[in-house]
Nanobody, 120 residues
Framework: QVQLVESGGGLVQPGGSLRLSCAASGSIFSITAMGWYRQAPGKQRELVAR???????DYADSVKGRFTIARDNAKNTGYLHMNSLKPEDTAVYYC??????????????WGQGTLVTVSS
């Protein structure tokens, strides 16, 4: 099994910054890709950003230039640096990963989510 635990959410004023973390644990051989998704009230879950094991990144248009996804492969941890936050960034943010386990199975677990609220 592989577990993901997010942290770093909270209340921030418009224009502020937050850093989310996603720590993977369990029977992990490697994490091939990590992604951040978000779900605002009444809306569908959407991709925010993703990063491959090689460091290639992809961002939603709405966050390009403001958010940066990163990962520490040695720690099996991913990060989402969020700058210039807007009220429309308010959502529950979820981490997702594609993990290769020690017994060579691919799993794609989700974290429990962390709430980000952007409000004055």
């Amino acid at each position: 099994q592989v577990q993901l635990v997010e942290s770093g959410g909270g209340l921030v004023q418009p224009g502020g910054s937050l850093r989310l973390s996603c720590a993977a644990s369990g029977s992990i051989f490697s994490i091939t890709a990590m992604g951040w998704y978000r779900q605002a009230p009444g809306k569908q879950r959407e991709l925010v950003a993703r990063i491959t094991s090689g460091g290639s990144t992809d961002y939603a248009d709405s966050v390009k230039g403001r958010f940066t996804i990163a990962r520490d492969n040695a720690k099996n941890t991913g990060y989402l640096h969020m700058n210039s936050l807007k009220p429309e960034d308010t959502a529950v943010y979820y981490c997702n990963a594609r993990a290769l386990t020690m017994d060579y199975r691919y799993l794609e677990p989700w974290g429990q989510g962390t709430l980000v609220t952007v409000s004055s």
